[in-house]
């Protein structure tokens, strides 16, 4: 056994919908406010849980039931699976963020985590004092931390602004001295939740390199991402998540197989996306229906390249009452997760100051650029300046040759990934 680095047995999570918001606090939030007080002499008030009672209507749901797996001290790890699968839970368990309901974990080893931006920082403190902050919490001494300080600050790229509060910072610099602090200060297992979610293409590029100078070291790496791209060129395994249960184990080729396969024969003519659970969102507004249509109104199940297509979605708001300042935009992603473009009334212009309790809102592009092939369509929806509806592999949209350039020539992705609208022209010099 002492090849195992994690050792997961009969493992349940049980959560109550409906119930009244829980105010306690976290071991990781009552550490960092007793590490902080020194620090900036701060207020260190621990809230008592709120035992007012439950929502008489609220239903018992397991988020995780009857896992158990074991991972290998070196081994690197893709959990994948549908939002609401149980991937995050999972991992905010193995870092003992939230406590399991039944069953047993064992680690051996030091555990550093990545759960989403900025986790584990104070927002008052400067990035200089969360990068301490992080150490002390990994259970670092202060002369390992400073050793690794330059670099961490060279990876993260903010060495302007390390002795600014974060609370300042953009989402992408939290994500950089976030990623960079995990990374750095070495532990022995890393646990990683969509850290390619935010920041530009090139430190995403950075970030994958770093994990796979991490894998190379011989440390553990279980990593949760929407991109499988990046899971099968980093992990050998693969997880696969379904409702909470594993579906699958094994090579992670084949995890991936299985997971693009459940989508593979969604068919978008009249799509009841009330249906849909696999939704995050407040939920005041929600997506009900989609369809394509060309530029006639006739509904299509296919879109041909160079062609005018609308993208109908039907929606109706949170107790049938308007809703204020509404964004609304479509993401087309490859199957693997890569993003190709956004589309939405921000990039327009046209955000609505508000919207009817029903209707339907219209995306219409026009000369489509993909070439042929299958993607992956993704909705969002947001309210009041707050996410309330977004669908994660709403469908899949199949992309057929429609001679975009009239010149009789079909051009594939290995070509190219968009089809451009333009000409050429020759003029001889004398």
């Known amino acids: 056994m002492n090849d195992i680095a994690i050792n997961i047995e009969n493992l349940g999570k049980q959560y109550k919908i409906g119930a009244a918001a829980e105010k306690g606090r976290t071991f990781r939030e009552a550490l960092t406010d007793k590490i902080v007080t020194p620090l900036r002499l701060m207020r260190n008030t621990f809230f008592r849980p709120d035992t007012s009672g439950f929502d008489a209507e609220s239903e018992l749901i397991w988020a995780l039931k009857n896992i158990s797996f074991q991972v290998k001290k070196g081994e690197v790890v893709g959990i994948i699976g549908r939002n609401g699968a149980g991937k995050t839970t999972l991992l905010k368990i193995l870092s003992r963020i939230t406590e399991p309901t039944e069953g047993e974990v064992r680690i051996n080893g030091r555990v550093g985590s990545l759960l989403e931006v ?9 990035g200089r004092e969360n990068i301490y902050l992080n150490g002390a919490i990994l259970g670092m001494k ?11 600050v060279a990876f993260a790229e903010i060495k302007r602004f390390i002795d600014t509060p974060v609370k300042r910072y953009s989402s992408g610099m939290y994500m950089r001295l976030a990623f960079a602090v995990a990374a750095q200060l070495e ?9 390619l979610a935010v920041g530009d ?16 070291q011989g440390r553990t790496v279980l ?47 009249g799509m009841q996306l009330s249906l849909r659970k696999d939704r995050t969102g407040t939920g005041e507004a929600i997506l009900v229906n989609f369809c394509l249509e060309d530029e006639d109104g006739k509904e299509i199940v296919q879109i041909r390249n160079g062609q005018t297509v609308r993208f109908i979605f039907d929606y109706i708001t949170k107790s049938y009452q308007e809703v204020k300042d ?19 009334t921000r990039f327009t212009g046209q955000q609505l100051k508000k919207i009817a ?11 489509f650029p993909l070439v042929p092939g299958h993607y992956r369509l993704d909705a969002y929806l947001a309210a009041g300046g707050k996410p309330s509806d977004y669908i994660s592999w709403l469908t899949l949209v199949d992309v057929i040759d429609g001679d975009f350039y009239q010149s009789g020539y079909c051009i594939f992705e290995k070509e190219s990934k968009f089809l451009v609208d333009g000409s050429f022209s020759f003029q001889e010099s004398h």
């Open 118 to 126: 900025g986790a584990g920082f104070h927002s008052e403190l400067t």
């Open 142 to 152: 202060k002369a390992e931390i400073d050793k690794k300080f330059d670099n961490i």
């Open 187 to 195: 532990p022995e297992i890393l646990l990683v939740d969509e850290v």
């Open 201 to 216: 293409a090139l430190f995403q590029t950075k970030c994958l390199a770093k994990m796979s100078s991490i894998t190379q």
């Open 223 to 269: 990593f949760v991402s929407h991109n499988m791209s990046a899971i099968s060129s980093i992990c050998k395994t693969g997880i696969l998540l379904e409702a909470g249960k594993i579906s699958f184990a094994g090579p992670v080729r084949e995890a991936v197989s299985i997971y693009l396969d459940q989508f593979s024969g969604t068919s978008q003519r």
């Open 326 to 344: 509404v964004d609304f935009q479509i993401v087309m992603l490859t199957q693997e997760a890569e993003l190709l473009f956004q589309f939405g």
């Open 357 to 367: 309790p029903k209707g339907k809102f219209i995306c219409e592009i026009r000369k």
